[in-house]
């Protein structure tokens, strides 16, 4: 019997500048979180490289002196790719390059990267390629430089060799014929959500990861991929949803995530639109994630840009049961941290604040009788606001 070979799993280093405004424990989440955008696109972490400035030098990021303690820790550990927290300027790209001899990645390549091997359906396919063509296109003269060595893996999926070797004339033709048919994917989703009949419409919104896809698999019986990586879930998936005889429909969007592409956000505008045409706005929180106001702001600050903030919207902190904390001392004098409150605690404070929020486990259905009750609630006066006259005939129908 043959054995097959094993992939090798591609090993990195991550490096970043921690400015003045962030502090200490902010930047080791914003590292953890690159951290496992690597691991979703299937890279090892192997070392962190962080240079504390007023801000990102314009020519290199880092500093003379911590770029050459970034290439000693290369050369440590033996890795051929390096990945930065923001989004390197072509200049600042091929700058480091040179300096360390690492394959250098940004931010925003490792999640288009992260969308390219999970995009599943031809819309979805060709958001991403657009986005991707978008990143390309301002650094195209260094890529060429890596034809020789571009065997596929993180940072490299997607367009490929055939579409790197034309000219930059080729790539914007490409580009325009991408935009003309996301164009013609947008008229056809239009239509169809114009199409759905006198149904309120829910959208779930939210930091990626957080359990939306559970949630919607739950709330409507269905089976939608969900996964515990960032951005499993890519295409809206919208869903028929029916509680104590009141039918609405359900859609499962796109995770949000700190730093999000602008190319993405105008590649994914159809599927953003589900975001902007819902009457009501479910934002499921990972209430175990320690920085998980943090990510709340993140999708708030969204919400604002898409123009939907004032919206209805129900806060669903959701992963109760995945929830710790560490109690301080009575003789423990130290601040209060996010780690020392108890849910109970947590419950009280966010109860107490103009939206309205509610607290379950999607896997475990921990309180998702009460979840459904307050969503249907709100449905329903969204419904009878929007639809008096078929409010009527579904209260002849109830009786």
């Known amino acids: 019997m043959i054995e097959t070979k094993k992939e090798k799993i591609e090993r990195v280093i991550l490096f970043a500048v921690k400015t003045p405004m962030v502090k200490q424990q902010q930047m080791d989440d914003y590292l953890d979180e690159l951290a496992f955008l690597a691991e979703t696109a299937g890279a090892e972490t192997v070392g962190r490289v962080v240079q504390n400035l007023q801000m990102p030098d314009s020519r290199t990021y880092l500093g003379t002196g911590k770029l050459e303690e970034l290439k000693a820790e290369i050369e440590m550990k033996e890795v051929e790719t390096i990945i930065c927290d923001d989004e390197l300027s072509p200049a ?10 690492a394959m250098v990645l940004d931010r925003t390549s490792l999640i288009l990267d992260i969308f390219a091997s999970r995009a599943r359906t031809a819309h ?38 055939k579409q790197i070797e034309t000219d930059k004339r080729i790539v914007l033709d490409r580009i325009s014929l991408l935009k003309e048919d996301l164009r013609h994917i947008d008229r056809q989703m239009s239509t169809q959500r114009q199409n759905r009949g006198r149904l309120v419409r829910v959208a779930l919104v939210g930091y990626t990861n957080v359990g ?6 739950t709330l409507s019986k269905s089976e939608v991929f969900a996964e515990n990586k960032l951005f499993a879930t890519l ?20 995770g949000f995530i700190r730093k999000l592409p602008t190319h993405l956000v105008e590649s994914f505008k159809s599927t953003l639109d589900e975001v902007r045409e819902a009457d009501l706005l479910l934002h499921v929180v990972d209430i175990s994630h320690p920085a998980f106001e943090q990510q709340i702001e993140v999708v708030d600050k969204t919400l604002k840009e898409l123009e939907c903030s004032d919206k209805p919207q129900l806060i669903v902190f959701n992963k109760v049961d995945a929830f710790s904390y560490n109690p301080k001392d009575e003789d423990d004098l130290t601040p209060m941290t996010r780690e020392n409150v108890s849910l109970e605690e947590l419950k009280q404070t966010w109860m107490g604040k103009e939206r309205k929020c509610i607290f379950i486990s999607a896997t475990k259905k921990e309180n998702f009788d ?16 929007k639809y008096p006259y078929n409010d009527f005939l579904y209260d002849i129908d109830n009786n």
Do not use: C
Request: hydrophobic share 35%.
């Open 92 to 101: 600042q790209q091929k700058n480091i390059e040179i300096a360390t001899g």
């Open 212 to 217: 939306k896809s559970t949630l919607m698999n």
């Open 370 to 385: 009460e979840f459904k009750k307050v969503v249907y609630e709100e449905v329903r006066r969204i419904h009878t606001k």
């Open 124 to 161: 979805a396919k060709t958001q991403v390629e657009l986005a991707q063509y978008q990143y390309l296109l301002p650094r195209l003269a260094r890529m060429w430089t890596h034809l020789e060595r571009q065997k596929g893996g993180i940072g490299m999926r997607g367009p490929g060799e």
């Open 235 to 254: 295409d809206t998936t919208v869903r028929k949803v029916v509680i104590e005889n009141l039918p609405f429909l359900v859609a499962d969007t796109v």
